[in-house]
């Protein structure tokens, strides 16, 4: 949106009817397209597409039409430039970054890729979307895959198509962050899978202002609200992961008792699903 900003007055309209309903109408400002699905991303050295998941071998293994949650990292002090990625809820799920500068208008979108996944064994239906305060992104992997012993493998065919081996289901369901790294010629992304922070559906995690207290949601239905308290302020790679038994009061407010899950961090978990045997 340009040409407005949060809080200021406007005059509603009317809900759309009929092909009103198929076109994006707003009460005020103008509405910028930064992106589209299958399209180019621009001045992309690999040629990516937005949506497109590749393969570690290179090749394309779909074009996911299902963007979600939107992470833009300011790397200007007035916010007018930054990085802006964009979760795909697919099997195999994916994350785009592009690279945009305000230029008193509207934005400019200067460059951008695909974000590469690869040595994280993939990542899986994106949702959620957060910046936490040290400016990462927190890219949130939902709908876990269940690791039944019986017809685990289906549950995973997706992710073993993209490795082009069998995908382990203990990879995936977890939150991710994405830090820029702007050490080099090109803004990459250094990709870390968060595994302290627990395995289950994923959705927005808040880190508070203490810059170790995490609140997340588990999406679904009759499921459960988490916390994470990191060991270290601004590091989410160790912490102690809890959750909420809810009373309700008479008075329609509610108590959270905090039930302790267990402590870890990324290493020691990720050695463990590693080391993990699966059965045949």
Known sequence: MNGYKAGEDFEPIAVPEGDAQKVVTVATGDYQVLARVGSEIPNDDAGGRFGEVIRPDGTTQLICNAPDGNMFLPTA????EGVLYTNYECEPGGVNKIVIRNNGSSWDVLEGENV????????????GASVSPWNTGLTA???????ALDGWKDNVA?????????A??????????LIPDTSGDSLNTIVEKRY????FSHEN?????????????????????FKFVAD?????SAGTLYAAAATQNEDGSFNLDWIELGAGNDEQIAEAIRTLELPE
Do not use: H
């Open 77 to 80: 002090d007035d916010s007018s």
């Open 232 to 236: 270290e302020p601004g590091n989410l």
């Open 141 to 147: 992997e939902e709908y876990e895959p269940i690791a």
């Open 196 to 199: 302290a922070m627990g395995r």
């Open 205 to 225: 995690s808040i880190v508070l202002p203490d810059l170790k207290t995490v609140y997340f949601g588990d999406d679904g239905t009759d499921v459960v609200f």
């Open 116 to 127: 590469d996944f690869a040595s994280v064994n993939g990542t899986w239906i994106n949702c």
């Open 158 to 166: 997706s992710m073993s198509d993209y490795l082009g081996a069998q």
């Open 168 to 177: 382990n289901p203990y990879d995936y369901g977890f939150e991710v962050e």
